[in-house]
C-alpha cells in the first residue's frame, strides 16, 4: 500500500529523506497511547453521528486487533509509514479494509500526537511519584534506624557542627517531598487534552471534544487550538522537575560515594549495588551513585535540548517538535531507573555508627557550643567567638581537641569557663541543644520521622 498522504505527489519519498524523517524506533514507545486515543475518538465520532455505529462498531474491533498484535511483537513497523500514527492506521485499514480510513474524520496527527504525549506522561507521572515516595519510605527507615547516630554536619565540605545522622537524611526526605509536589503540580497541566484541535484550526466536523476528554480522564481541553497543538510546555515542565530531582539525586550521590572511601568509612553500599574492578582486587567501587551523578548530565541535556528545539518556532506545528520524544522517553527511563534503584540501596546501606562517632570525638565542631556558653555568661557573641577562636588554635598547637583540655587550661582563655563546660561539650548535649523546629535534637527530629512515617501512611 502506498503512502496515506500520497495523493499529492508524483514521486516516491527519496530513501534516505524517508528514513530522516521517520520517528517510528522510537514513537512506537506511544502505540498503547495511540490506540487509547483512537477509540475515545471513534466513539465520540460515533456519538456525533458523523459515523455510523456500525463503521463505529468495526473500527474499534480493528483496533484491538492491532493492539493485540503490538502487545505480541507481532506487528511489523515500517519506516515508510514514518511513525506510530500511520503504521497504526494502516495496520487497521489492512486489517478492516478501506472503513479503517473513516478513523482519521476530524482529528490530525498534529493533535492526535500531542494527545499522545499527554496520555503518555501522565501515565508516567504517576509511576514516577510512587517511585520517589518509595524512596522517602527507605530514607525514613534509615532515619529511624539512626536517631541516636551523631556525625558532623559539613559546611564547605569542613566539619561544622555535629547533628544526627537521621537528621541528614531527613533533609532528602523534604527535597523529595517538594520534589513530589512539582510533578504533582505539573500533572494539572498534564491533564489537558488537545484532541479536537485538528491540524491547527479545529475541525469543520461537529466534534465534542469534551466527551473525548471524558472517556479520555483528561481534567479540562486546551483552549485554544493552535496553542493545543504547538506547545511542548508540558513536557518542558516535567524536564525541568525531573532534572531537579536528579540534582538531588546526584548530591546525595555524591555523599554516597564520599561516605564509602576509605577517608570517610560512614557507610557501606550493599555488595548487590557495588561492582569490582577488572584488575584491583581490593576494590569495591560505588557504581551505581556513580552512575546516577552521570547520568544527570543527560537528563540536564534533554531538557536544554527541548528548549532550544522550542526556541523561536513559528506557530504553529512544526516539524521540529517531532525531536520532542527521544529525551521525553530518556529521561523518563533514566530518573525510574534511578529511583527503583536507590530505594533498595539505601534501605540496605550499613551505616558505620562507630566510624561516625570516632570522626565526631576528633574535631572541633563543638567549637560553637562553648561560644554559646561563654555568651550565656554575659559576653557579646563576637568576643566569645574570638576567645574559642584562641582556644581552638591552642587546641590544634598542642594536638588536642576541646574535651581533653583540664579546666586550668581554658581559664587561660577565659574566666567564665567553669567544669559545666565538660557537658556542654559532650556531642549528644551539642545536638540536643538544636531544639528548634526543622533542628536536630532528637525529639526534633523524631517528630519529623514521625510526620514522613504520617504522610507516607496517608498515601
Ligand atoms: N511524528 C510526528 C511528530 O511526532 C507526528 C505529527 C506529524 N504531523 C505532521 N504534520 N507531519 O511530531
Not at 537524611?169 to 527535597?175: D, G, K
Request: one cysteine or more; charged letters at 25%; aromatic letters at 8%.
Amino acid at each position: 500500500m502506498s503512502k496515506l498522504w500520497g495523493g499529492r505527489f508524483t514521486k516516491q519519498t527519496d530513501k534516505l529523506v524517508e528514513e530522516y524523517t521517520a520517528s517510528i524506533t522510537f514513537d512506537k514507545e506511544l502505540a498503547e497511547e495511540d490506540v487509547r486515543g483512537s477509540l475515545a475518538h471513534v466513539a465520540m465520532l460515533g456519538q456525533q453521528g458523523i459515523l455510523p455505529a456500525e463503521d463505529v462498531a468495526t473500527i474499534e474491533g480493528g483496533l484491538k486487533r492491532v493492539l493485540d498484535r503490538i502487545r505480541a511483537g507481532e506487528l511489523a513497523y515500517s519506516v515508510s509509514d514514518e511513525d506510530i500514527h500511520m503504521n497504526i492506521e494502516k495496520a487497521l485499514i489492512e486489517d478492516i479494509g478501506p472503513v479503517g480510513g473513516k478513523l482519521h474524520t476530524g482529528r490530525s496527527r498534529n493533535d492526535q500526537v500531542a494527545t499522545d504525549m499527554h496520555l503518555y506522561l501522565r501515565k508516567r507521572v504517576v509511576e514516577l511519584v510512587g517511585l520517589l515516595r518509595d524512596l522517602q519510605e527507605a530514607l525514613v527507615g534509615q532515619a529511624r534506624e539512626n536517631l541516636d547516630t551523631i556525625v558532623p554536619g559539613y559546611t564547605h565540605l569542613q566539619r561544622a557542627q555535629p547533628i544526627l545522622f537521621a537528621h541528614h537524611l531527613m533533609a532528602y526526605v523534604s527535597m523529595l517531598g517538594r520534589d513530589i509536589e512539582r510533578l504533582q503540580d505539573s500533572y494539572k497541566r498534564i491533564d489537558t487534552l488537545p484532541l479536537g484541535a485538528g491540524a491547527l484550526a479545529g475541525t469543520t466536523f461537529p466534534i465534542d471534544r469534551h466527551f473525548v476528554a471524558e472517556r479520555l480522564g483528561f481534567g479540562r481541553v486546551y483552549e485554544n487550538s493552535l496553542d493545543a497543538v504547538s506547545d511542548r510546555d508540558f513536557i518542558l515542565e516535567f524536564l525541568s522537575h525531573a532534572s531537579i530531582v536528579m540534582m538531588h539525586l546526584s548530591r546525595l550521590s555524591e555523599e554516597l560515594i564520599l561516605w564509602s572511601s576509605t577517608e570517610f568509612r560512614f557507610v557501606e553500599l550493599d555488595d548487590a549495588f557495588c561492582t569490582g574492578s577488572s584488575i584491583m582486587p581490593q576494590k569495591k567501587n560505588p557504581d551505581v551513585p556513580e552512575l546516577v551523578r552521570g547520568k544527570t548530565g543527560r537528563v540536564y541535556g534533554n531538557l536544554v535540548g527541548l528548549l532550544t528545539v522550542l526556541k523561536s518556532l513559528p506557530l504553529a506545528y512544526n516539524k521540529d517538535m517531532q525531536e520532542d520524544k527521544e529525551g521525553m522517553f530518556d529521561t523518563v527511563r533514566t530518573l525510574s531507573g534511578a529511583l527503583r534503584l536507590f530505594a533498595p540501596m539505601i534501605a540496605t546501606m550499613k551505616v558505620n555508627k562507630g566510624q561516625m562517632r570516632e570522626a565526631v570525638n576528633k574535631d572541633f565542631s563543638n567549637a560553637t557550643d562553648i561560644a554559646d556558653f561563654l555568651v550565656g555568661k554575659g559576653l557579646p557573641f563576637r568576643q566569645a567567638h574570638e576567645v574559642i577562636g584562641k582556644t581552638v588554635l591552642y587546641c590544634i598547637e598542642n594536638g588536642k581537641f576541646l574535651l581533653d583540655l583540664t579546666i586550668e587550661e581554658f581559664q587561660q582563655f577565659s574566666e567564665l569557663f567553669d567544669e559545666s563546660i565538660y557537658d556542654v561539650l559532650q556531642p549528644e548535649t551539642v545536638v540536643n541543644a538544636r531544639d528548634v523546629y526543622g533542628g536536630t535534637a532528637r525529639p526534633q527530629v523524631e517528630a519529623a520521622i514521625g510526620r514522613a512515617e504520617t504522610a507516607l501512611a496517608e498515601t
